[in-house]
């Protein structure tokens, strides 16, 4: 096998853009079940996968998302924020950084298997599985409308609404 064989089997496979995305029920910060079959018919969905709740990077994506909540209100988005994190460190950090959006509770990270959203990481010289950061925008029909894998966390916000404005 190439090096490059090699890298893109590592790679988990993301789900195809056009077609249905990934069904999922997980609970929310206040335990409560959440699905995406809830939003079908009513709100396009931005499902965004982080790796830890109150950590530097991700609390500066959430609080971009917190803050541009009218911009999202007004485009009929609902975000939806999925970590490994227990429910009881979710509603944490939606208290501590005031988050008005849902946080979702993906403790065996099977959803983030299904979305491609698991895999290889390497920090400080070290490999291990992991959350990568990764966003899926679902329209209001279900349906995966654009993946973005290589997320920043200082712009992920005004990146997702750029491009709900411009395509959906």
């Given amino acids: 096998m190439s090096t490059s064989d090699t890298k893109t089997a590592n790679r988990p496979q993301l789900p195809q853009t056009g077609k249905q995305a990934p069904a999922f029920k997980l609970l929310d910060q206040r335990g409560e079940p959440v699905s ?3 939003f079908k018919g009513k709100k396009n969905v931005v499902l965004y996968f982080y790796p830890k709740a109150m950590t530097p990077g991700c609390t500066v994506q959430a609080c971009g998302l917190r803050d541009s909540q009218s911009e ?18 979710l509603q944490k950090f939606i208290d501590k950084e005031e988050l008005n959006f849902t946080l979702l509770s993906d403790e065996d990270h099977a959803i983030a298997e299904k979305y491609g959203a698991w895999g290889l990481k390497k920090f400080m010289g070290r490999e291990y599985m992991g959350i990568l950061r990764q966003t899926y925008i679902i329209d209001k029909q279900g349906k995966l409308q654009h ?3 290589k997320v920043k966390t200082k712009t992920h916000h005004d990146d997702v609404i750029s491009w709900i404005k411009e395509n959906l």
């Fill in 36 to 38: 995406l079959a809830d």
């Fill in 72 to 89: 999202l209100d007004a485009l009929d988005t609902v975000v939806l924020g999925v970590s490994p994190d227990p429910v009881a460190r």
């Fill in 147 to 149: 993946v973005m894998d």
